[in-house]
């Protein structure tokens, strides 16, 4: 299973930028798709995630600036970020939960991409 994230960058107070991320080589049906992001010295926090039905959850400090999306039939995964500000400087991984024929599930990452606010 391999997850390539890609959409990164470097963009100022108050810009845009949007992330994808495909799922490829899985034998897996996938379920529940997400965004996290991680800073230096800090946990991974989640940002936001989208079941595969549609359904979404966003953490606080996303306020209604980021959406999250999917496209079941490619196995991807897609997260508008508007209004940016210096604290979403962060890489941010995608995530996939995958379960295989017998049932079991199992977490996937992607190895994430910088996203860089400047002020």
């Known amino acids: 299973v391999q997850l390539q994230a890609s959409g990164g960058g470097l963009v100022q107070h108050g810009g845009s930028l949007r992330l994808s991320c495909i799922v490829t080589?899985?034998?897996?049906?996938?379920?529940?798709m997400g965004w996290y992001r991680q800073t230096p010295g800090e946990q991974r926090e989640r940002v936001a995630s989208?079941?595969?039905?549609?359904?979404?959850n966003y953490n606080h400090f996303v306020r209604g600036r980021f959406k999250v999306s999917r496209d079941n039939a490619n196995n991807a995964i897609y997260l508008q970020m508007n209004s940016l500000e210096p604290e979403d400087t962060a890489v941010y991984y995608c995530?996939?939960?995958?379960?295989?024929?017998?049932?079991?599930?199992?977490?996937?990452w992607g190895q994430g991409t910088l996203v860089t606010v400047s002020s």
């Open positions: 995530n996939a939960e995958g379960e295989s024929d017998n049932g079991d599930r199992y977490d996937f």
């Open positions: 080589r899985t034998i897996y049906t996938i379920y529940e």
């Open positions: 989208i079941t595969r039905g549609g359904r979404t």
